[in-house]
């Protein structure tokens, strides 16, 4: 990390309680957005690749013959 971080690290520490909780709200809901997008990008490079034949959707059942068959 570098020194603009701890800079602004400390200017948050110096914040009051209620600014505080304020920010610690804000990063949690960036937080969860920033999950939802990785979450949304994931899935569809997945539903690309299934549509293209690169992956194929399978049972555990059918994954553990697949393995052990080979």
């Known amino acids: 990390m570098n020194v603009q971080f701890y800079k602004i690290a400390e200017e948050v520490k110096n914040l009051d309680l209620v600014d505080k ?3 610690k ?3 949690e809901k960036w937080i969860i957005e920033e999950k939802r997008e990785l979450i949304k990008k994931h899935a569809e490079e997945s539903l ?3 549509k293209s034949g690169k992956i194929k959707f399978s ?3 059918n994954l553990k ?3 052990y068959e080979h």
């Open 21 to 23: 909780v304020f920010l």
């Open 25 to 27: 709200e804000l990063f």
């Open 65 to 67: 013959k697949e393995i």
């Open 48 to 50: 690309n690749e299934y």
């Open 59 to 61: 049972s555990v059942k």
